[in-house]
């Protein structure tokens, strides 16, 4: 398989059609190769227009709904990020062609082993990972001007919000009651505000960003 042609094609028909005019955006998307950051059994499968799960509670996001997400952070080359729920590393390394720093947060150590592994294979020297639970992000190492959530949250990333800067944002696919959206909170002063900035179809709800089962009689 061609994997060069097909990123192109990825970024032609699931990135620049859909208002992602940022290219820096669009070159990340183009240079970064997803097939690596996936198991051999997936990597046929790594530019076909859907999410990708390869593991428990982790997956890929469509190209379209990762694109346009970070395209709504406006994140700038001074920047440092927080890339939560990171996996085997796919995420960090796109955000890494955008920003000075990301550092990763991952709980499970076989995945943050194997990111690290695969940024070292693409020579990325600016990303660094972090284990721990996701939902509690990476306190010591902030505050940030840029959060992601890297697969759907069903709740309020409320520990999250606190590690922003002021000016800081953080974005995430929003799901409720089987609608998914993608979100970006702002940061100003005390204050943070959401926006709901395109709609999604990110299903994998990243682990310890599930909303707990109501207790019914």
Same mark, same amino acid.
């Given at each position: 398989?061609?994997?060069?042609?097909?990123?192109? $094609?990825?970024? !032609?028909?699931?990135?620049?059609?859909?208002?992602?005019?940022?290219?820096?955006? @669009?070159?990340?998307?183009?240079?970064?190769?997803?097939?690596?950051?996936?198991?051999?059994?997936? /990597?046929? @499968?790594?530019?076909?227009?859907?999410?990708?799960?390869?593991?428990?509670? /982790?997956?890929?996001?469509?190209? /379209?709904? $990762?694109? +346009?997400?970070? !395209?709504?952070? !406006?994140?700038?080359?001074?920047? *440092?990020?927080?890339?939560?729920?990171?996996?085997?590393?796919?995420?960090?390394?796109?955000?890494?062609?955008?920003?000075?720093?990301?550092?990763?947060?991952?709980?499970?150590?076989? *995945?943050?082993?194997? &990111?690290?592994?695969?940024?070292?294979?693409?020579?990325?020297?600016?990303?660094?990972?972090?284990?721990?639970?996701?939902? &509690?992000?990476?306190? +010591?190492?902030?505050?940030?001007?840029?959060?992601?959530?890297?697969?759907?949250?069903?709740?309020?990333?409320?520990?999250?919000? +606190?590690? *922003?800067?002021?000016?800081?944002? *953080?974005?995430?696919?929003?799901?409720?009651?089987?609608?998914?959206?993608?979100?970006?909170?702002? +940061?100003?002063?005390?204050?943070?505000?959401? $926006?709901?900035?395109?709609?999604?179809?990110?299903?994998?709800?990243?682990?310890?960003?599930?909303?707990?089962?109501?207790?019914?009689?």
């Amino acid at each position: 398989m061609d994997f060069e042609a097909a990123r192109k $094609h990825m970024v !032609d028909s699931q990135v620049r059609p859909n208002d992602v005019t940022d290219p820096r955006i @669009q070159r990340a998307f183009e240079t970064v190769a997803r097939e690596n950051f996936l198991p051999a059994e997936l /990597r046929a @499968q790594a530019y076909v227009e859907r999410e990708i799960r390869y593991a428990p509670e /982790r997956s890929l996001l469509t190209a /379209r709904d $990762h694109a +346009k997400l970070l !395209d709504a952070l !406006d994140i700038r080359p001074g920047d *440092l990020v927080l890339d939560v729920a990171s996996g085997a590393g796919y995420s960090s390394a796109i955000l890494s062609q955008l920003c000075e720093m990301v550092v990763a947060v991952e709980d499970d150590a076989t *995945l943050a082993g194997k &990111a690290q592994e695969n940024w070292s294979a693409a020579g990325l020297v600016n990303t660094a990972v972090v284990e721990g639970p996701p939902e &509690a992000g990476a306190p +010591k190492q902030g505050p940030f001007d840029v959060i992601v959530i890297g697969g759907a949250i069903e709740i309020e990333p409320t520990a999250l919000l +606190k590690q *922003l800067k002021d000016g800081g944002r *953080l974005g995430a696919i929003m799901r409720k009651g089987g609608v998914a959206r993608g979100v970006v909170w702002r +940061k100003s002063g005390d204050a943070i505000a959401a $926006h709901e900035a395109f709609d999604a179809a990110a299903n994998t709800v990243a682990r310890g960003f599930t909303r707990p089962k109501a207790f019914v009689f």
